[in-house]
């Protein structure tokens, strides 16, 4: 079993920057993968960006050159810078984390409120 905590949230005015962080705890042995996905209000959850244990990265274009993702200091943290935010990027933001290659190692934290005020 592995958990995540989500941390960083808040709210920042539009333009602002927050930085999340997502911490993994109990057998993190098990994930090699983490990502971050947001669901906003009556919106389905979207994919925002991953990163891989080789530090590839991928992002959902419309936070691509705003936001960074990244693995600071051991495998099982992550965090993502958040720049130029805007109203539109309110969100409840998950951490999750998975084994490349085995679906069945999957994992959810219970998410962070951002919210970008206009």
């Known amino acids: 079993q592995v958990q995540l905590t989500e941390s960083g949230g808040g709210l920042v005015q539009a333009g602002g920057s927050l930085r999340l962080s997502c911490a993994a705890t109990?057998?993190?042995?098990?994930?090699?993968?983490m990502a971050w996905y947001r669901q906003a209000p009556g919106k389905q959850r979207e994919l925002v960006a991953t990163i891989t244990h080789t530090g590839e990265t991928n992002y959902t274009d419309s936070v691509k050159g705003r936001f960074t993702i990244s693995r600071n200091g051991a495998k099982n943290t992550m965090a993502m810078q958040m720049s130029s935010l805007k109203p539109e990027d309110t969100a409840v933001y998950y951490c999750?984390?998975?084994?490349?290659?085995?679906?069945?190692?999957?994992?959810w934290g219970q998410g962070t409120q951002v919210t970008v005020s206009s």
């Open positions: 109990g057998n993190i042995y098990v994930i090699n993968a």
């Open positions: 999750y984390a998975w084994r490349v290659g085995f679906k069945d190692y999957n994992y």
